[in-house]
């Protein structure tokens, strides 16, 4: 029993490496997307939605301020026609300022929800990379090693598959016909087939 290992081939070692390779750029890519998401939408909501709501807030307590002092001085001056019309304004302003002030508290407590919620999930994730940029990384870089290492066993180069070696022709024994090996038994010559387009003839025609 021969004591070295009959390697012919590594192209499926070097296959694997090479869809790994692949697979862990898509990986890490997709890794990062998701990220780079989770970042963006915690600052879309903590910084750039809380400071235009409470900026709207105080723009819209401004107005209300203006609509109140313009329905008093209507009431000063006695003008009946334009007091509905300022209490009417009074009244908008009012519901404005309501409705910024619910959205600037319901983004407060999306924000707090956010932190509980999102960043369990932003750690797996994180871990997630870590494997991919380290471990399977270190996995690619054996696969080469494992590589160089076997074709230098082997003496062959990757991907390669060693041809069975031919056997010379004289090694093959020479083909003979049924008839020949009958008529070679026998000792009689073996009778020869009528070439095509030619009549056979008869035994006793000249």
Avoid: C
Avoid at 29 to 58: C, G, N, P, Y
Avoid at 77 to 92: E, I, P
Avoid at 152 to 157: D, K, L, P, Q
């Amino acid at each position: 029993m021969s004591d070295r290992a009959d390697i012919t081939s590594v192209e499926a070692i070097a296959a694997f490496r090479a869809s790994l390779i692949v697979y862990l750029a898509k990986a890490r890519a997709t890794i990062e997307e998701v990220s780079a998401d989770v970042q963006r939408t915690k600052v879309w909501l903590q910084a750039d939605r809380r400071l235009h709501w409470e900026a709207e807030l105080k723009r819209r307590t401004r107005n209300l301020e203006a609509a109140r002092q313009e329905l008093f001085s209507s009431g000063l001056s006695n003008q009946g026609g334009t007091k509905g019309w300022h209490q009417m304004a009074v009244h908008r302003a009012e519901h404005a300022v309501r409705e910024a002030a619910d959205i600037l508290e319901r983004i407060r407590k999306w924000s707090r929800q956010f932190e509980d919620r999102a960043d369990p999930l932003v750690k797996q994730v994180g871990k997630l990379h870590t494997i991919f940029a380290t471990e399977m990384r270190r996995a690619t870089t054996q696969l080469g090693e494992t590589l160089k290492t076997l074709e230098a066993y082997s003496g062959g180069s990757p991907g390669v598959v060693s041809a069975p070696p031919e056997r010379p022709p004289s090694a093959d024994p020479p083909l003979q016909s049924s008839d020949a090996t009958a008529s070679s038994s026998s000792g009689t010559a073996p009778r020869s087939s009528p070439s095509p387009g030619m009549t056979p003839l008869d035994s006793g025609s000249p």
